[in-house]
């Protein structure tokens, strides 16, 4: 058995009239890890999961779950596959515990089930199994989304933006839902563009721009390999420029002066830190205090993206 | 065969039908009734019998074909463009099933609620005249028949709308004066010519016909020429529908 779960090949994306959604992607998602896809609006990442849904036709390329063709094999694919999609659409008439079943049976399997009642109470939906699907706050809506979404026991769970439209306390719920799927087994790949919430959950990290899959790596490789750290000096006197004498360390001003701010690589294996500081003590440049920091995923995020514009 | 999926989406929209179920059959018993009294009784107590059929109980075939089309479309039509309109959609296009599938389900239980409201309209019918009805198993399959025909045709309209507006415009504007000047009310030899040879190229005088005959054992068309209209656009429907599905118009991006 592979160690991948799910394999996309070059799949790309046109629109009629020319526009290009997606350049060709090769990706593959492996068993029992959660794969967060960055990307800003319109890069192409709602494209992406839709074709891997069967929701979007691609212009070129295959899917392969566990090695069977989502296009030829659509059937045994889809019974795997979940998708909470970014949009709040529900039918607002049903109730939530008919339209989970309504989903459980659409994927073949029988509505009858203890599944449904604990995937409920897991979701603190049990309580509200008999209520109308519009008397629900958009919280809630969110996670009949997600039951709807697990109903059939997916293994392959797509979430697009989950945390689009909910607030904190639901956000961290679902963070612990899905670290407890992921611990049965479930693959989860999730599209977001809260840096934080990929920080949070992700092994891995897909950065996409514009249509095009600009890197994969594992989340703490790519902030080791992408991170910088600063070093934040306190200053006694505020400075008014950089002394041209540290000009090879670019530092900046910030604070008003008060601070000196030195970014340096933290995998170089000379940071040019004791230089810096024995420097600053030979032009009698005196700090009350320090302070180190390394760059979120969010600054390698936006770097990428910048670069790729 | 996905069994789960087909039941799921007939229970799904056999609830939406049972919502508003009192609307639902007490338009046509309303309608029919009216009907009953402005053209069976007011009109009809003025008409000599047509084809040896007193004119009450000629017209109850095509008063019932009136409510079947309208009906069937209406239904059959609703059924898929509301996903596409509040965007649940993704969930039917993302499911394991297959067009054949998808289609039994949402014209299944299109065609059930069509067949309900047209014994409806046939039992009301009863109160006002004495029916008497040739070729019983003939007269439900041919109900059957057209009523999955005008689904057909129904869901296929659903799929190319765009807005609420597009769902009525054949409807109203093509399918329901095609019936009225297709025979519902009057025989098609009544009529003097040219028009009697112009009103056969109305498809819908060959639904009508069809159905006359079950239950009058006569009618203006024979009774083959109108079993293959009815199956010629039951084919074309399905025919436009699977075209629909291999290509995803205006269900896939």
């Given at each position: 058995?592979?160690?991948?779960?799910?394999?996309?090949?070059?799949?790309?994306k046109?629109?009629?009239?020319?526009?290009?959604?997606?350049?060709?992607?090769?990706?593959?998602?492996?068993?029992?890890?959660?794969?967060?896809l960055?990307?800003?609006?319109?890069?192409?990442?709602?494209?992406?999961?839709?074709?891997?849904?069967g929701?979007?036709?691609?212009?070129?390329?295959?899917?392969?779950?566990?090695?069977?063709?989502?296009?030829?094999?659509?059937?045994?694919?889809?019974?795997?596959?979940?998708?909470?999609?970014?949009?709040?659409?529900?039918?607002?008439?049903?109730?939530?515990?008919?339209?989970?079943?309504?989903?459980?049976?659409?994927?073949?399997?029988?509505?009858?089930?203890?599944?449904?009642?604990?995937?409920?109470?897991?979701?603190?939906?049990?309580?509200?199994?008999?209520?109308?699907?519009?008397?629900?706050?958009?919280?809630?809506?969110?996670?009949?989304?997600?039951?709807?979404?697990?109903?059939?026991?997916?293994?392959?769970?797509?979430?697009?933006?989950?945390?689009?439209?909910?607030?904190?306390?639901?956000?961290?719920?679902?963070?612990?839902?899905?670290?407890?799927?992921?611990?049965?087994?479930?693959?989860?790949?999730?599209?977001?563009?809260?840096?934080?919430?990929?920080?949070?959950?992700?092994d891995?990290?897909?950065?996409?721009?514009?249509?095009?899959?600009?890197?994969?790596?594992?989340?703490?490789a790519?902030?080791?390999?992408?991170?910088?750290r600063?070093?934040?000096?306190?200053?006694?006197?505020?400075?008014?420029?950089?002394?041209?004498?540290?000009?090879?360390?670019?530092?900046?001003?910030?604070?008003?002066?008060?601070?000196?701010?030195?970014?340096?690589?933290?995998?170089?294996?000379?940071?040019?830190?004791?230089?810096?500081?024995?420097?600053?003590?030979?032009?009698?440049?005196?700090?009350?205090?320090?302070e180190?920091?390394?760059?979120?995923?969010?600054?390698i995020?936006?770097?990428l993206?910048?670069?790729?514009? | 065969?996905?069994?789960?999926?087909?039941?799921?989406?007939?229970?799904?929209?056999?609830?939406?039908?049972?919502?508003?179920?009192?609307?639902?059959?007490?338009?046509?018993?309303?309608?029919?009734?009216?009907?009953?009294?402005?053209?069976?009784?007011?009109?009809?107590?003025q008409?000599?019998?047509?084809?040896?059929?007193?004119?009450?109980?000629?017209?109850?075939?095509?008063?019932?074909?009136?409510?079947?089309?309208?009906?069937?479309?209406?239904?059959?039509?609703?059924?898929?463009?509301?996903?596409?309109?509040?965007?649940?959609?993704?969930e039917?296009l993302?499911?394991?099933?297959?067009?054949?599938?998808?289609?039994?389900g949402?014209?299944?239980?299109?065609?059930?609620?069509?067949?309900?409201?047209?014994?409806?309209?046939?039992?009301?019918?009863?109160?006002?005249?004495?029916?008497?009805?040739?070729?019983?198993?003939?007269?439900?399959?041919y109900?059957?028949?057209?009523?999955?025909?005008?689904?057909?045709?129904?869901?296929?309209?659903?799929i190319?709308?765009?807005?609420?507006?597009?769902?009525?415009?054949?409807?109203?504007?093509?399918?329901?004066?095609?019936?009225?000047?297709?025979?519902?009310?009057?025989?098609?030899?009544?009529?003097?010519?040219?028009?009697?040879?112009?009103?056969?190229?109305?498809?819908?005088?060959?639904?009508?016909?069809?159905?006359?005959?079950?239950?009058?054992?006569?009618?203006?068309?024979?009774?083959?020429?109108?079993?293959?209209?009815?199956?010629?656009?039951?084919?074309a429907?399905?025919?436009?529908?699977?075209?629909?599905?291999?290509?995803?118009?205006?269900?896939?991006?």
């Open positions: 058995m592979s160690d991948d779960l799910l394999r996309i090949e070059g799949v790309s046109t629109y009629k009239g020319g526009v290009v959604a997606l350049h060709p992607v090769d990706l593959a998602i492996r068993r029992g890890e959660i794969f967060a960055l990307g800003p609006n319109g890069a192409g990442k709602t494209t992406l999961i839709s074709i891997v849904c929701i979007v036709v691609p212009s070129a390329g295959r899917i392969l779950v566990d090695g069977e063709d989502a296009v030829v094999n659509y059937r045994q694919v889809r019974r795997r596959v979940g998708l909470v999609p970014q949009e709040l659409s529900t039918d607002a008439f049903e109730s939530v515990l008919a339209t989970v079943t309504f989903s459980r049976r659409l994927f073949g399997r029988s509505g009858h089930s203890a599944y449904i009642e604990e995937l409920l109470r897991d979701l603190s939906l049990w309580d509200k199994r008999d209520a109308k699907i519009k008397d629900l706050s958009g919280g809630m809506k969110r996670r009949v989304l997600i039951a709807k979404a697990l109903a059939h026991e997916p293994d392959l769970l797509f979430l697009d933006e989950p945390s689009a439209g909910v607030d904190v306390s639901l956000r961290r719920d679902m963070w612990k839902l899905v670290h407890r799927l992921r611990e049965r087994g479930v693959t989860i790949i999730l599209t977001t563009h809260y840096i934080e919430e990929a920080e949070e959950m992700a891995r990290v897909g950065v996409i721009s514009r249509g095009k899959l600009l890197l994969v790596d594992d989340k703490a790519l902030m080791k390999k992408l991170g910088k600063e070093l934040d000096l306190t200053l006694v006197e505020p400075l008014a420029a950089v002394p041209t004498e540290l000009a090879e360390w670019h530092p900046t001003i910030e604070n008003g002066g008060h601070t000196l701010r030195y970014v340096f690589d933290a995998t170089e294996e000379r940071t040019g830190i004791p230089s810096f500081l024995r420097r600053l003590g030979e032009l009698g440049i005196a700090f009350k205090d320090l180190t920091s390394k760059s979120s995923l969010e600054d995020f936006v770097d993206v910048g670069d790729a514009k | 065969m996905n069994l789960h999926g087909i039941w799921a989406i007939y229970r799904f929209e056999m609830a939406r039908f049972g919502r508003t179920i009192w609307t639902s059959l007490m338009v046509p018993v309303i309608t029919t009734s009216l009907y009953f009294i402005v053209f069976g009784s007011a009109i009809g107590s008409m000599q019998q047509v084809s040896d059929v007193p004119y009450g109980a000629f017209i109850v075939p095509g008063l019932m074909l009136l409510a079947i089309f309208s009906e069937s479309i209406l239904n059959a039509s609703l059924g898929i463009y509301m996903p596409k309109f509040t965007g649940t959609i993704y039917l993302s499911a394991p099933l297959t067009p054949l599938e998808t289609v039994l949402y014209v299944g239980a299109a065609a059930t609620k069509s067949v309900a409201i047209g014994l409806v309209i046939l039992a009301t019918a009863y109160l006002f005249v004495d029916l008497p009805i040739a070729h019983p198993l003939a007269m439900i399959g109900l059957v028949l057209v009523a999955v025909a005008f689904c057909l045709f129904g869901f296929a309209i659903g190319w709308a765009n807005g609420f507006e597009q769902l009525q415009v054949i409807p109203l504007l093509v399918v329901t004066p095609l019936t009225f000047l297709g025979g519902a009310f009057y025989s098609v030899q009544i009529l003097p010519e040219p028009w009697r040879t112009v009103t056969l190229f109305n498809p819908v005088v060959y639904l009508i016909n069809g159905f006359r005959w079950t239950f009058f054992g006569t009618a203006d068309v024979g009774l083959g020429i109108s079993l293959i209209v009815t199956m010629g656009f039951t084919a429907c399905l025919a436009w529908i699977g075209w629909i599905f291999s290509t995803g118009w205006r269900l896939k991006s």
